[in-house]
């Protein structure tokens, strides 16, 4: 079945440091979604690309689509600590099945 | 802004025993999902739920598990006869009517099967 795979699986930086974290499908995707847990929370939706070679920006975060639509990354600029979390991309396939990868839990230390 | 209520905030159950896992989406969305974290792994989706009826399902959703919208408010995740391994974080989620759409995440309810 469809996987999507995510690295790395933590990431410990100093704050002011960046930040990446990369997602692979296995299949072309329709869509790719990011979402943020805050520890002891839920996921929270962060943005969507659809469009391939898409690149998005939240401030200091960096959102790329591959050009086959199978690939994807997460940039942040400058660390800080309220950017401590998971951060999960999301495939979508079927009717709007989410298939996540394992997250990348980032730590920062202040 | 609206948001996805879930209830309750955590179940304890003694195995073998029914459990029944409440959600009240979005009031105008359309679709809705159940999902599951393990502590500490990934978010695995369940089962996805449009028009009264079941759209997908994983293989994780067996005959132990229900989903029902039993009125144009809530919507639910019954699990039949407990396991210890059913024992996670229940995520319900919802999202407007268009395909595709970000879908909102409930609080989730923390089951722990004893």
């Known amino acids: 079945g469809q996987q999507v795979m995510q690295i790395p699986q933590y990431q410990h930086v100093q704050e002011g440091e960046d930040f990446t974290t990369y997602c692979n499908s296995s299949?072309?995707?329709?869509?790719i979604q990011w979402y943020k847990q805050r520890p002891g929370g839920h996921p929270v939706f962060l943005i969507q690309?659809?469009?391939?070679?898409e690149v998005k920006k939240q401030k200091r975060l960096t959102f790329q689509f591959g050009e086959a639509k199978k690939n994807s990354s997460l940039h942040i600029t400058a660390t800080q600590t309220t950017d401590v979390g998971t951060y999960f991309c999301?495939?979508?396939?079927?009717?709007?099945?989410?298939?996540f990868g394992a997250g990348t839990r980032l730590a920062v230390h202040p | 802004e609206p948001e996805v209520t879930q209830t309750p905030s955590h179940q304890v159950t003694q195995m073998g025993q029914e459990v029944i896992l409440r959600c009240v989406p979005i009031?105008?969305?359309?679709?809705f999902y159940w999902y599951r974290q393990i502590l500490g792994q990934k978010v695995e989706f369940l089962v996805s739920?449009?028009?009264?009826?079941?759209?997908?399902k994983s293989e994780i959703f067996d005959d132990q598990f229900s989903v029902e919208r039993p009125d144009g408010s809530n919507f639910t995740l019954k699990i039949r006869s407990t396991k210890l391994e059913d024992s996670a974080m229940y995520f319900c989620?919802?999202?407007?009517?268009?395909?595709?759409?970000?879908?909102?995440f409930g609080d989730g309810t923390r089951l722990s099967i004893l």
């Open positions: 739920f449009y028009n009264n009826e079941i759209s997908e």
């Open positions: 009031s105008n969305h359309l679709y």
């Open positions: 299949t072309t995707l329709s869509n």
């Open positions: 690309l659809v469009k391939s070679g």
């Open positions: 989620a919802s999202s407007s009517t268009v395909s595709n759409q970000p879908q909102h």
């Open positions: 999301a495939g979508s396939g079927g009717y709007n099945k989410l298939i």
